[in-house]
C-alpha cells in the first residue's frame, strides 16, 4: 500500500515560533502514522505577493504548488495575527489559485487539518475559522478536528518542543487531527488507486 502524502504549511518568521514547532510535532505525529510529510515552514512561504496571471512563478512558489498537487491531505499551522491568520500564510494560500485548471481543481479532494496558535485559545479560534472558511473556498475538506494553542504559558520556556510534548491536552488534540487527516487521506489515495471498470 502506498504511503498517505501530506504536505504540512505554515509557522511564522518569529525565530523559535510556538505555531512552527507545533507544525513539527504534526510531521512527527504523521510520521509515527506511516506519512511521507513535506513540511514547508513560513521560511519557505515568505513569497512575493500573488499576481494573478504571472506566468512566471519563483522556486519557492513552484515547490509550494509541486507539494500540494503531491499531497493527498494537508494541515495547516497560523500564528494569530489580529483576529486572524498571517498575511503570510493567507498569501501562500493565495498562490493555490495557480491550481485552479488542475483536474481536481485546487484541494478537491484532499482532506485539510486546521490549526492556530495564538495568546488565548479564544482569539487562535478566529483564525482557525479563518483557515476553515479559505480552505472550503478552495474546495478542500476540512476536518472535524481543528486545534486552537493557547501559546502564552510557551512563550517563556526554553524549551518549546518540550513544553507541547509534555502538554497532554494539546498532544491528544493533535493526535486526533493528524489522525483524521491521514485516515481520509489513506481512503481518498485508496480510492484513487482502484482501476475504473
Not at 121 to 150: C, F, I
Request: charged letters at 20%; proline letters at 4%; glycine letters at 8%.
Amino acid at each position: 500500500m502506498t504511503a498517505v502524502e501530506l504536505a504540512l504549511l505554515g509557522g511564522s518568521l518569529r525565530p523559535g515560533s510556538v505555531s512552527e514547532r507545533v507544525l513539527r510535532a504534526c510531521a512527527d505525529l504523521a510520521v509515527d502514522r506511516g506519512a511521507r510529510c513535506t513540511v514547508l515552514t513560513a521560511a519557505d512561504l515568505d513569497l512575493p505577493l500573488y499576481q494573478p496571471g504571472a506566468t512566471h512563478r519563483r522556486p519557492a512558489a513552484a515547490a509550494l504548488l509541486a507539494a500540494v498537487r503531491r499531497a493527498d491531505g494537508l494541515i495547516v499551522v497560523s500564528p494569530t495575527y489580529h483576529g486572524g491568520m498571517s498575511g503570510l500564510l493567507k498569501n501562500a494560500l493565495d498562490h493555490l489559485e495557480d491550481l485552479a485548471a488542475d483536474r481536481p481543481a485546487y484541494l478537491d479532494g484532499k482532506v485539510v487539518g486546521s490549526v492556530a496558535v495564538g495568546w488565548s485559545e479564544h482569539g487562535a479560534a478566529t483564525t482557525v475559522a479563518a483557515l476553515r472558511t479559505t480552505v472550503t473556498s478552495l474546495r478542500g475538506w476540512v476536518t472535524p478536528m481543528a486545534v486552537a494553542v493557547n501559546s502564552i504559558e510557551m512563550a517563556a520556556v526554553e524549551d518549546v518542543d518540550a513544553a507541547i510534548r509534555a502538554d497532554a491536552r494539546l498532544m491528544r488534540r493533535l493526535t486526533i487531527l493528524v489522525g483524521q487527516v491521514t485516515d481520509f487521506a489513506g481512503r481518498g489515495s485508496a480510492a484513487r488507486l482502484v482501476p475504473s471498470a
